[in-house]
């Protein structure tokens, strides 16, 4: 499977926007981008997913680069809601059943 | 409206006392997943149904098992706990490989 890379940790004051980015320089052509999150205390949640498209949902917004070696999530507007672990996994094809979780990049949000 | 449902949320159990951990679904999805969270580290797939069609991961420990006896409910049996099978435990499901998953809160496991 394709690697990604995140930072570690990431902060970000409230009502604020927020990108948050994954390389993931040996994509294939094949390969989605999906963007799932952690809160504390609780299972992860699927926020966004894309090809080569720019996506939008009202979660958040995905941005991928012409390249595709690498993406941005975009949160718009941090809530203290939004602190979580947020995770960039590249599955083969469109089928998500193999998640492989890296370590993801922790959010905090100032109030 | 909880859709993905464990329980319970905190299970303890004893080295080398079996256990089950429980799983529920009220979306009719096709696709139910078990992942392995220790602490500090990420979610890790252990095994997935697709319909009954049972999905091992490669480094699944043996004294890991699941049933699924229908749509609703997934099972996941540790024959034989050590302490290195203290985790939170995830209980995902898709209405098919190709779509998002959905994921429970998770019970976490404890082993005295």
């Known amino acids: 499977d394709a690697k990604t890379t995140q930072p570690n940790s990431m902060e970000s004051n409230e009502e604020e926007p927020v990108h948050l980015p994954c390389n993931h320089s040996t994509i294939s052509g094949t390969d989605y981008i999906h963007w799932y999150r952690q809160l504390p205390s609780q299972g992860p949640e699927y926020v966004i997913h894309g090809l080569t498209s720019n996506v939008n949902n009202r979660m958040a917004s995905l941005a991928i680069a012409e390249d595709r070696k690498s993406s941005t999530l975009i949160l718009h507007r941090a809530t203290l809601r939004d602190a979580a672990v947020y995770y960039c996994?590249?599955?083969?094809?469109?089928?998500?059943?193999?998640?492989?979780f890296g370590k993801g990049t922790k959010l905090s949000v100032i109030p | 409206d909880a859709m993905v449902i464990q329980n319970p949320r905190y299970q303890v159990t004893q080295f080398g006392k079996p256990v089950t951990l429980s799983c529920s679904q009220t979306?009719?999805?096709?696709?139910m997943y078990w992942y392995q969270q220790k602490s500090s580290q990420a979610p890790k797939l252990l095994f997935h149904?697709?319909?009954?069609?049972?999905?091992n991961e490669a480094d699944t420990p043996d004294n890991f098992q699941s049933r699924r006896p229908n749509t609703s409910f997934c099972f996941l049996d540790i024959r034989s706990p050590g302490l290195g099978d203290a985790a939170m435990y995830l209980c995902?499901?898709?209405?098919?490989?190709?779509?998002?998953?959905?994921f429970g809160d998770g019970t976490r496991l404890s082993i005295l």
């Open positions: 149904y697709y319909d009954k069609d049972f999905n």
């Open positions: 995902a499901t898709s209405s098919n490989p190709n779509q998002p998953q959905h």
């Open positions: 979306l009719n999805h096709n696709v």
């Open positions: 996994i590249l599955t083969s094809g469109a089928g998500s059943y193999q998640l492989t």
